[in-house]
Nanobody, 117 residues
Framework: QVQLVESGGGLVQAGGSLKLSCQAS????????MGWYRQRPGKQRELVAH???????NCADSVEGRFTISRDNDKNRVYLQMNSLNFEDTAVYYC???????????WGRGTQVTVSS
């Protein structure tokens, strides 16, 4: 079992920055990849960025150049640095991790990010 706890959300003005953190605990060695998803009001949950155990990073086109995902393996944490925030970034941001053999998908409870004009 893996537990994920997000932190760092809040209210920020347009153009500002926030850094989200996700702390993983439990069966850490079973995790193959970690990432961030978000759910904007009235929209489906979408991938923001993810990073594999080998360090391969993918991110959504909507955040390319503005958001950066990173991982601290020693501390079992994944981060999402968000810069140049705009109102469309307002969402609940969820930390995600998955393992294989067998497949398991883990989710944090989410943290609210609200961007004001």
């Amino acid at each position: 079992q893996v537990q994920l706890v997000e932190s760092g959300g809040g209210l920020v003005q347009a153009g500002g920055s926030l850094k989200l953190s996700c702390q993983a605990s439990g069966s850490i060695f079973s995790i193959n990849a970690m990432g961030w998803y978000r759910q904007r009001p009235g929209k489906q949950r979408e991938l923001v960025a993810h990073i594999t155990n080998g360090g391969k990073i993918n991110c959504a086109d909507s955040v390319e150049g503005r958001f950066t995902i990173s991982r601290d393996n020693d501390k079992n944490r994944v981060y999402l640095q968000m810069n140049s925030l705009n109102f469309e970034d307002t969402a609940v941001y969820y930390c995600n991790a998955y393992s294989l053999n067998p497949f398991h998908d883990y989710w944090g409870r989410g943290t609210q990010v609200t961007v004001s004009s």
